[in-house]
C-alpha cells in the first residue's frame, strides 16, 4: 500500500484481468497505538503512509477507470477511530479522521462523474 507505483499496477492489472470494476475498495490499515508524547516519528509516518496515503493511491489509480466508464463506487473503509479519539490511539484515530475528510471531499468531486 506504501508503494504508489505497485498500487496503481495492482489496480491496471485487476481491470486487464476482471475487466470493469464496478466497486473499488481499500480497507489499508493497521493500528499504532501508543500515549501521544511517546510516539515513534518513524512510526507515526509509517501508519500515515499505509493508512492516508495508502488510501489515496487506491482512489487515484481507481479514479482514471470509473470516470471512463462514467460509474463505479469506491469505498474507503475507516472506523470508529475516524469519529472519535480514543486515548492512546492518537496516531491511529489521526490516519483515520484523515480517510474521514478524504472521502467526504472525494464524493462531492466524483457525483457529476456517476461515481459514488
Not at 507505483?5 to 489499508?28: C, H, Y
Not at 495508502?54 to 469506491?74: D, E, F, K, N, Y
Amino acid at each position: 500500500m506504501t508503494d504508489r507505483d505497485a498500487v496503481f499496477a495492482a489496480v491496471s492489472q485487476g481491470r486487464e484481468r476482471f475487466g470493469r470494476p464496478d466497486v473499488i475498495l481499500s480497507a489499508a490499515g493497521y493500528a499504532y497505538i501508543g500515549a501521544v508524547e511517546e510516539l515513534a516519528p518513524e512510526d507515526v509516518r509509517a501508519n500515515f503512509e499505509t493508512n492516508v496515503f495508502g488510501t489515496l493511491w487506491v482512489v487515484q489509480a481507481a479514479l482514471p477507470i470509473l470516470r471512463a466508464q462514467s460509474g463505479g463506487h469506491i469505498l474507503t473503509v475507516s472506523s470508529l477511530g475516524g469519529l472519535l479519539g480514543f486515548a492512546s490511539a492518537g496516531s491511529y484515530v489521526a490516519t483515520r479522521f484523515a480517510v474521514e475528510g478524504l472521502s467526504e471531499a472525494l464524493a462531492g468531486e466524483v457525483a457529476p462523474l456517476g461515481v459514488k
